[in-house]
């Protein structure tokens, strides 16, 4: 099955850019969602893949409303990673990134990873 | 505005059955696909169902044979029915709104189902 490998944590200052890293085998040729979970709550749609067929080099990534533009995404190679501009103590939360497998059709998410804003 | 509401969860002892609903407002469940994510306590989401507008559904290996999806178009409801529970199962189960390609963009607040003697 698919697997998608996240670093634990990722410590980050205030104002300052964060990368999430998301690796999975070709995940360039997928599509990478990312979820944001803040503690007590349920997961929020943060950055979503909309492109309609896969490009080894970059795609487009839109953000559902109420998401702030500080939040991007990329994904190439066997790497997608979550960008987050501008760091505040508001984005402290645990982030999932997420694929559809279509060798199985199944949802595969990573561990995930904490951000922690010192 | 989207919402969804999820309930039925509760302490329920190995092997026992229980069926989660999930009540949609803001749009129509049956123009949408469905899916349930599940987390263990302490853990990382789990994708375990999904529901397709033509019917059709799929479930991870961790609870097929088990676990049923379906909807009541009438009542703009999906449910969950959970059979022959184990421990393992014991977690908070979401429903969401998919978009298809894996792309969750409304969750519900969850409802703890906990597995135990």
């Known amino acids: 099955s698919y697997v998608l490998t996240q670093p634990p944590s990722v410590t980050v200052a205030p104002g300052q850019t964060a990368r999430i890293t998301c690796g999975g085998n070709?995940?360039?040729?997928?599509?990478v969602h990312w979820y944001q979970q803040k503690p007590g709550q349920a997961p929020v749609l943060a950055v979503y893949?909309?492109?309609?067929?896969?490009?080894?080099?970059?795609?487009?990534?839109d953000r559902p409303s109420g998401i702030p533009e500080r939040f991007s995404g990329s994904n190439s190679g066997n790497t997608a990673t979550l960008i987050i501009s501008r760091v505040e103590a508001g984005d402290e939360a645990d982030y999932y990134c997420?694929?559809?497998?279509?060798?199985?059709?199944?949802?595969?998410f990573g561990a995930g990873t904490r951000v922690t804003v010192l | 505005e989207v919402q969804l509401v999820e309930s039925g969860g509760g302490l329920i002892q190995p092997g026992g059955s229980l069926r989660l609903s999930c009540a949609a407002s803001?749009?129509?469940?049956?123009?949408?696909?469905m899916s349930w994510v599940r987390q263990a306590p302490g853990k990382g989401l789990e994708w375990v169902s999904i529901?397709?507008?033509?019917?059709?559904?799929d479930y991870a290996e961790s609870v097929k044979g088990r676990f049923t999806i379906s909807r009541d178009n009438s009542k703009n409801t999906v449910y969950f029915q959970m059979n022959s529970l184990r421990g393992e199962d014991t977690a908070v189960y979401y429903c969401?709104?998919?978009?298809?390609?894996?792309?969750?963009?409304?969750w519900g607040q969850g409802a703890l189902v906990t597995v135990s003697s």
């Open positions: 997420q694929v559809w497998d279509t060798s199985t059709n199944m949802y595969v």
């Open positions: 070709k995940s360039g040729s997928k599509s």
């Open positions: 529901l397709y507008t033509g019917g059709r559904t």
């Open positions: 893949d909309n492109s309609d067929r896969p490009s080894p080099v970059y795609y487009d990534h």
């Open positions: 803001g749009f129509i469940v049956s123009n949408n696909y």
């Open positions: 969401a709104r998919d978009l298809g390609g894996g792309v969750l963009d409304c």
